[in-house]
């Protein structure tokens, strides 16, 4: 005996990136804004001028990656429970990178899953972390590795939070930018050597080319099926680094600009990008600051934590590598006698 569901539908999650000023909204509903203390110290003021809502609630919790687990996620839902949120709802993530995943994690789970807007304050999460829908935290395993597909209801991408920026965050936001110029737009990274970031105007071109450039893979494969796992070009190699470190030796695009380097030492090692494509990484990411070595103390130890990569399986290791400047590949099929080499080099 068999009884049959039929569940073949069409989802639109299409959604607007606004970037510009956030003007005036209000909400018929329940909101909640979730944050950390040094966001809402330096600029939760000039959100809440900006929103009213029926009802609104402020939810914080620790600043920093090492807090993006557990515990976080349970102060936000505690406090949702708390003041009675219901599918209706709305949260805005106001915070950077571990705030919009967790916020969008916990939006993806409670009661099923209800609304949540994307107000992103540095300049990594303003060009990726906000964009696609990843949503999830960490935990002793590593990464990202418990986590939903969660599209936002918008994202709205603002310049004045940028102001208060340390330079060390404006660099790990700059690494991303490289990350989809390197494997997805030749004429964006040559645009990037010659570029001045601190200019205001400038750096808005940058950020609009890189959402642009993220917009278009998400849309042709939103839940990593096979394109879009090239996002995470660097972010295999990075993942390692920051588990080793306990997620407080670096950000994570300066970690992701370490993995960068390391993956195109293996891209020479197979012929696909030149060593004078490789040094011109390297020079676009030293511009910034950005680390580009690391210490491995056992190449053994770093190469058997890839297989705790959601994009590797129990005999591979998955590697997004770049293509010259402009292209990449990805594979599963390369010895593991050869990447070893390339970690021997670090």
């Given at each position: 005996m068999q009884v049959h569901i039929p569940l073949v539908k069409t989802v639109d999650n299409s959604y607007n990136i606004e970037i510009a000023p956030i003007e005036a909204m209000h909400f018929e509903?329940?909101?909640a804004i979730i944050t950390n203390p040094k966001v809402a110290g330096l600029h939760l003021g000039y959100l809440l001028s900006k929103i009213t809502a029926k009802e609104l609630y402020i939810i914080t919790v620790p600043d920093g990656e090492e807090y993006k687990n557990q515990d976080s996620v349970n102060i936000i839902l505690e406090s949702l429970f708390n003041h009675r949120f219901n599918r209706k709802s709305?949260?805005?993530?106001?915070?950077g990178g571990v705030i919009g995943d967790m916020t969008g994690y916990v939006a993806s789970i409670y009661q099923r899953g209800i609304d949540f807007m994307q107000v992103p304050t540095t300049l990594l999460s303003q060009v990726d972390a906000s964009v696609g829908g990843k949503t999830g935290m960490n935990n002793s395993y590593g990464k990202n590795l418990i986590g939903a597909f969660h599209?936002?209801?918008?994202v709205l991408i603002d310049a004045h939070f940028l102001q208060t920026l340390p330079q060390r965050e404006f660099g790990a936001g700059v690494a991303e930018i490289v990350k989809m110029a390197v494997t997805f737009n030749e004429d964006f990274f040559i645009f990037l050597e010659e570029a001045d970031l601190s200019n205001k105007e400038v750096l808005q071109e940058a950020i609009k080319k890189a959402v642009q450039t993220k917009a278009g893979v998400v849309a042709q494969d939103e839940k990593e099926h096979g394109l879009r796992a090239a996002l995470n070009y660097g972010h295999t190699f990075a993942h390692v680094i920051e588990s080793q470190t306990s997620y407080t030796g670096f950000l994570h695009g300066e970690a992701v600009a370490i993995g960068m380097v390391m993956a195109n030492r293996l891209a020479v090692k197979l012929h696909l990008m030149s060593e004078d494509d490789a040094q011109r990484v390297v020079l676009l990411l030293e511009k910034y600051n950005l680390p580009t070595t690391y210490k491995i103390a056992n190449s053994e130890s770093f190469y058997e934590t890839f297989f705790l990569d959601k994009k590797s399986t129990d005999s591979h290791v998955t590697f997004i590598l770049p293509v010259g400047?402009?292209?990449?590949?990805?594979?599963d099929t390369i010895e593991k006698k050869l990447v070893l080499s390339v970690l021997d080099e670090f």
């Open positions: 509903t329940k909101v709305l949260l805005i993530a106001f915070g599209q936002p209801q918008s400047i402009g292209g990449v590949k990805i594979s």
